[in-house]
């Protein structure tokens, strides 16, 4: 039998992971284990990676965040990328992506491996095509050895395009933006070239093989998402989420953890149906959805047309939120974007449980409430989400110590301030006592993701990207969404 999560958690062991994970999520070890037995939540955890405190991604869980990091063949450096890693992590991220393209690979993944506190994915067909010269050039041997050594390396989690197939190609033609994931078209490449099935779907069992010696998890990537609102849940979609559902099963037989991931562009009228379709189909395995984009026409801010149906992914049941920056579509995102992309998904994410009525959920919201309602700006500001922002922010017009103090801020002005004049009414008539009601978040039901501070991991381990000086000028990363 496999040495993996889902295999101990089927013989109906508690593994140290799933104790710690009950203790994040302030949940009963029991449950966790439950759920990951029956494959609708996923602990990527791999033995080799030491530095990691174990977290989950499923639908009953509290709603994950994945950033992506990764050097192109114009940058960088290790000590770059363990910056990356720890921004990331700073700004709340529960996983991160290594979609490095460029030089080092080996080197940059061990290093992220070792100091990362999160679990780390990465897209191993990347690595494969520059090893080969070509996306062409790729053979099942090379992509089995690359997967192997990924997961030696102690990777937590890959994506695996296997759910593409030749059949699905035609399908694609009349799209408007025909296939926009950079795994899939590199597979529909090579199928075109070599007149053969997809090489991942080939060799599907193999890999199975190897994720179960090493606990790795499957993120089986949805090669045919829509890039665009035009395509969304077309035909091709649909037909790869049907080859991803027996994929899941596959997985499974072989005690081998899945999750699946989705698109991509969708109109919000339609999210709610891709999240209930997947997990349909895919025996409620995690949805691990790419925003979606509710919209095509902002480039500049697609952070927040990404969040939107994010947020309402998160509602409808997604597991886990991959962020967008605003710099999708554009260029390779820096600090600044990086810490824009996180903050849009991390508000979408905790929306969504809120929306669910995850225990303890809106008690941050309630104690932040409640900050705000009396005037206790250095508490709201350590509250907030992104204290340093509030903070900046509220300085910008009024900076001096007495205005931390104030009832009116610089928005409506005292004359104008509703709350002061709202208090000062009800003080009148004798009905301010409500607020003596304090929220205690230390007593909070909620999981640790739904409580202030985010970015709670040891981060000594790496070094600072000069995270409190500049935003924006030290760290840019690699292409985020486009694996
Ligand atoms: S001035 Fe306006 S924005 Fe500022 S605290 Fe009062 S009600 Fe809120």
Redesign the pocket.
């Known amino acids: 039998m496999a040495n993996t999560q889902i295999a101990a958690a089927r013989e109906g062991t508690v593994t140290e992971e799933m104790k710690r994970v009950a203790e994040r999520e302030n949940r009963d070890p029991a449950f966790v284990r439950e759920q990951v037995a029956e494959g609708q939540a996923v602990i990527p955890a791999n033995r080799n990676h030491h530095a990691l405190d174990a977290m989950i991604i499923g639908s009953e869980f509290s709603t994950k965040v994945n950033a992506n990091i990764g050097n192109s063949e114009t940058t960088s450096d290790l000590e770059t990328e363990l910056e990356k890693l720890h921004t990331a992590v700073h700004y709340g991220a529960d996983t991160v992506m290594d979609l490095g393209t460029g030089s080092d690979l080996d080197e940059i993944r061990e290093a992220h491996v070792e100091h990362s506190p999160v679990p780390i994915g990465t897209v191993p067909l990347y690595e494969a095509v520059k090893q080969a010269g070509g996306p062409e050039e790729i053979t099942t041997e090379l992509l089995l050895e690359v997967i192997e050594k990924q997961a030696e390396q102690g990777v937590d989690y890959m994506t695996i395009h296997a759910g593409i197939l030749a059949e699905h190609l035609p399908l694609t033609d009349g799209r408007k933006t025909g296939i926009v994931s950079r795994g899939g078209s590199i597979v529909a490449k090579w199928m075109e070239e070599n007149g053969e099935q997809n090489p991942l779907f080939q060799v599907y069992d193999e890999i199975c093989s190897i994720f179960a010696e090493h606990d790795v998890t499957f993120s089986l990537g949805d090669s045919l998402r829509p890039g665009s609102l035009a395509d969304a849940c077309d035909e091709a979609q649909y037909a790869e989420l049907d080859t991803l559902g027996e994929l899941t099963r596959r997985a499974w037989e072989y005690d081998v953890q899945v999750m699946v991931e989705g698109p991509g562009h969708v109109p919000m009228h339609k999210v709610a149906e891709n999240v209930e379709r997947q997990q349909e189909v895919c025996d409620g395995a995690p949805f691990y959805v790419l925003g979606p984009l509710v919209t095509d026409i902002a480039p500049g801010y697609d952070h927040i047309t990404s969040a939107i149906g994010a947020a309402m992914a998160a509602q409808a049941g997604a597991a886990m939120l991959c962020y967008v920056t605003p710099k999708e579509h554009l260029g390779l995102p820096d600090e600044a974007d990086v810490r824009d992309g996180l903050a849009a998904y991390r508000i979408a994410a905790h929306s969504g449980d809120v929306a669910n009525g995850l225990p303890g959920a809106r008690d941050w919201d309630d104690a932040l409430s409640e900050a705000?309602y009396t005037?206790d700006w250095r508490e709201q500001f350590n509250l907030a989400l992104d204290p340093d922002r509030a903070r900046e922010y509220h300085d910008q017009t009024l900076p001096g110590d007495n205005y931390k103090e104030a009832?009116?801020?610089?928005?409506?002005?005292?004359e104008?301030?509703?709350?002061?004049i709202d208090q000062d009414a009800r003080d009148a008539d004798g009905e301010m006592n409500h607020l003596e009601t304090q929220t205690d978040l230390e007593a909070s039901a909620a999981a640790e993701v739904n409580l202030p501070p985010v970015g709670t991991h040891d981060t000594s381990a790496t070094p600072d990207g000069g995270l409190d000086d500049d935003p924006g000028e030290d760290v840019s990363l690699e292409t985020p969404s486009n694996d």
């Not at 009832?407 to 005292?414: D, E, L, P």
């Not at 104008?416 to 002061?420: A, D």
């Open positions: 705000r005037f009832r009116f801020c610089s928005m409506c002005g005292v104008f301030c509703s709350m002061r």
